[in-house]
């Protein structure tokens, strides 16, 4: 660019291949030292107490490392567009590209609300996870319950979790309620007819998580088989 005779342009591509380039340097020593960080702190005696992170230390160390990194890299992007004088153009283009309408029958929604819903929804079930793994392994592992109270009450949580998880997917991504009554009023006659099992089915599971007929670790016999209860769920048990 400078032979030709841009020289602005060699100025802004030199500085900011040298500026990147220290940005990326500090951010790999980052990385490395937050790395060193996790894994003290995965073994500390405040984090080891924790029934879940002593049960899962690899675990979340791996994810720790993967949410360091991937903050670290996006910061390093976003340094690097202002660098280059990019960021206000890059910005500009993602909002273009968010605000594509996408239309699909008589239903309207941009590219932008699609992702918020997808986003929100994949939150709403990592966050019932969340939620089911620390009422067992923290809470309710240290109160004393009847055997099978502390499964069906944390199952019964992360549905309430994922349930109003998807509600806010659906109110965030604009979705008309009053459309999605009328759909399933129309649409209340097949269901009633063609999901009759599945729905005798979900009222069974609600029956043995809250009567505790058959519980974890029981032994059932049908027949010649036998096997032990690994897990009772609205649809179906293992």
């Given at each position: 660019?400078?032979?030709?005779?841009?020289?602005?342009?060699?100025?802004?591509?030199?500085?900011?291949?040298?500026?990147?380039?220290?940005v990326?340097?500090?951010?790999?020593?980052?990385?490395?030292?937050?790395d060193?960080?996790?894994?003290?702190?995965?073994?500390?005696?405040?984090?080891?107490a924790?029934?879940?992170?002593?049960?899962?230390?690899?675990?979340?160390?791996?994810?720790?490392?993967?949410?360091?990194?991937?903050g670290?890299?996006?910061?390093?992007?976003?340094?690097?567009?202002?660098?280059?004088?990019?960021?206000s153009?890059?910005?500009?283009a993602?909002?273009?590209?968010?605000?594509?309408?996408?239309?699909?029958?008589?239903?309207?929604?941009?590219?932008?609300?699609?992702?918020?819903?997808?986003?929100?929804?994949?939150?709403?079930?990592l966050?019932?996870?969340?939620?089911?793994t620390?009422?067992?392994?923290?809470?309710?592992?240290?109160?004393?319950?009847?055997r099978?109270?502390?499964?069906?009450?944390?199952?019964?949580?992360?549905?309430?979790?994922?349930?109003?998880?998807?509600?806010?997917?659906l109110?965030?991504?604009?979705v008309?309620?009053?459309?999605?009554?009328?759909?399933?009023?129309?649409l209340?006659?097949g269901?009633?007819?063609?999901?009759?099992e599945?729905?005798?089915d979900?009222?069974?599971?609600?029956?043995?998580?809250?009567?505790?007929?058959?519980?974890?670790g029981d032994?059932?016999?049908?027949?010649?088989?036998?096997?032990?209860?690994?897990?009772?769920?609205?649809?179906?048990s293992t």
């Open positions: 660019a400078n032979v030709l005779g841009y020289r602005q342009l060699a100025a802004l591509l030199s500085d900011g291949v040298a500026v990147a380039g220290y990326g340097l500090g951010v790999w020593v980052t990385a490395r030292v937050l060193g960080v996790i894994a003290v702190a995965v073994v500390s005696p405040p984090l080891t924790l029934h879940l992170v002593e049960r899962n230390r690899n675990r979340f160390a791996r994810a720790a490392r993967r949410a360091v990194s991937a670290l890299t996006l910061l390093w992007v976003i340094v690097v567009l202002h660098l280059v004088h990019l960021w153009a890059t910005v500009d993602i909002a273009r590209v968010l605000d594509a309408s996408i239309a699909i029958g008589g239903l309207g929604f941009t590219l932008g609300d699609l992702l918020l819903f997808v986003a929100a929804l994949a939150a709403s079930v966050i019932a996870r969340v939620v089911r620390v009422l067992e392994d923290e809470i309710l592992s240290r109160v004393q319950l009847p099978g109270v502390p499964y069906a009450m944390s199952t019964f949580a992360s549905y309430v979790v994922l349930g109003t998880g998807v509600m806010l997917a109110v965030a991504a604009g008309d309620f009053g459309r999605i009554t009328l759909l399933v009023g129309a209340g006659v269901i009633g007819l063609g999901l009759q599945i729905v005798k979900l009222v069974a599971g609600v029956v043995l998580l809250v009567e505790r007929t058959v519980q974890m032994v059932v016999q049908m027949g010649d088989l036998t096997g032990d209860e690994r897990g009772i769920g609205l649809r179906s």
